[in-house]
Nanobody, 125 residues
Framework: QVQLVESGGGLVQAGGSLRLSCAAS????????MGWFRQVPGNQREFLAA?????????HYKASVKGRFTISRDNAKNTVAPQMNNLKLDDSGVYFC?????????????????WGQGTQVTVSS
């Protein structure tokens, strides 16, 4: 069983930056592709970024965050972290990290096996 705990959310002004973190336990972290998703009330979780297993050579981003978000992983610390810059009002939502056993780092939420509880990000004007 994999446990994922997100942290780093909060209130930030538009144009500002946040760095989220997701700590994993209960598994060999480096074997898992890791993804980040965002959910706002009334909507499904939407893909933001993902990183492949192992050294994380492959990363994938939603078009609207590419160039603003950078995902990285530290297998020694069992963490995955998106650095989010130039945040916009519609970046607000609950951010979830997820782990998937294929190692690819999919953009599809249904490919992920484990999810964290989420951390709230609110971008204000």
């Amino acid at each position: 069983q994999v446990q994922l705990v997100e942290s780093g959310g909060g209130l930030v002004q538009a144009g500002g930056s946040l760095r989220l973190s997701c700590a994993a336990s209960g598994t060999t972290f480096s074997n898992y592709g890791m993804g980040w998703f965002r959910q706002v009330p009334g909507n499904q979780r939407e893909f933001l970024a993902a990183i492949s297993a192992g050294g994380g050579r492959a990363t994938h981003y939603k078009a609207s965050v590419k160039g603003r978000f950078t995902i990285s992983r530290d297998n020694a610390k069992n963490t995955v972290a998106p650095q989010m810059n130039n945040l916009k009002l519609d970046d607000s939502g609950v951010y979830f990290c997820a782990a998937e056993g294929s190692g690819y780092g999919s953009f599809r939420a249904d490919q992920y096996d484990y999810w964290g509880q989420g951390t709230q990000v609110t971008v204000s004007s």
